[in-house]
T-cell receptor, first 111, second 112 residues
Framework: GENVEQHPSTLSVQEGDSAVIKCTYS??????FPWYKQELGKRPQLIID?????GEKKDQRIAVTLNKTAKHFSLHITETQPEDSAVYFC??????????FGSGTKLNVKP | NAGVMQNPRHLVRRRGQEARLRCSPMKGHSHVYWYRQLPEEGLKFMVY????????ESGMPKERFSAEFPKEGPSILRIQQVVRGDSAAYFCATGQRNTEAFFGQGTRLTVV
């Protein structure tokens, strides 16, 4: 089955700096890669996703890049703000069957 | 997404009792995924169901845990004879073919 690894497990940045979270996956058949943000005590919420026919997708301060050959994808947050502090999860999926999640990255944005 | 409803939000059970967790999908969603999250940890896949069918239960413990998604009504995750190690947040996510998965607010199970 699929195996998704996520790094780093914790990330601390100064407000205004950029943050990058990286994930690798093992199953080359995976074709959908969502990113979720989970605030303390709340549900994971989708913040951005990318499908395998696209190399990059951007939504305001958030972008995701995908390298299918290397089987890795990354989340980029620019101009970080304190409200970006949360746990971020990547996931990989084939044709919207079982989602495999990374172990999470706890992002702390220091004001 | 407010459309995925889980209840109860909090559930306290004594060791040996049964826990029933419910997940009502968003309208039109026929795929349900259950995940368990221990404190400070990630989301561990448990089971994937479509209406009346278990598609993948590779993440379900072999004993005491079961899940169903009947033709009518919510999906149910049932834990029999709960133990302290079952204490966790249980999230369901629902989707439809070729759509993203939306999570419910979770049920926080505490076994005392």
């Amino acid at each position: 089955g699929e195996n998704v690894e996520q790094h780093p497990s914790t990330l601390s940045v100064q407000e205004g700096d950029s943050a990058v979270i990286k994930c690798t996956y093992s199953d080359s058949a995976s074709n959908y890669f969502p990113w979720y943000k989970q605030e303390l005590g709340k549900r994971p919420q989708l913040i951005i996703d990318i499908r395998s026919n696209v190399g990059e997708k951007k939504d305001q301060r958030i972008a995701v890049t995908l390298n299918k050959t290397a089987k890795h994808f990354s989340l980029h947050i620019t101009e970080t703000q304190p409200e970006d502090s949360a746990v971020y999860f990547c996931a990989a999926n084939y044709n919207f069957n079982k989602f495999y999640f990374g172990s999470g990255t706890k992002l702390n944005v220091k004001p | 997404n407010a459309g995925v409803m889980q209840n109860p939000r909090h559930l306290v059970r004594r060791r040996g009792q049964e826990a029933r967790l419910r997940c009502s999908p968003m309208k039109g969603h026929s795929h349900v995924y259950w995940y368990r999250q221990l404190p400070e940890e990630g989301l561990k896949f448990m089971v994937y169901l479509q209406k009346e069918n278990i598609i993948d239960e590779s993440g379900m413990p072999k004993e005491r845990f079961s899940a169903e998604f009947p033709k009518e009504g919510p999906s149910i995750l049932r834990i029999q004879q709960v133990v302290r190690g079952d204490s966790a947040a249980y999230f369901c996510a629902t989707g439809q073919r070729n759509t993203e998965a939306f999570f419910g607010q979770g049920t926080r199970l505490t076994v005392v």
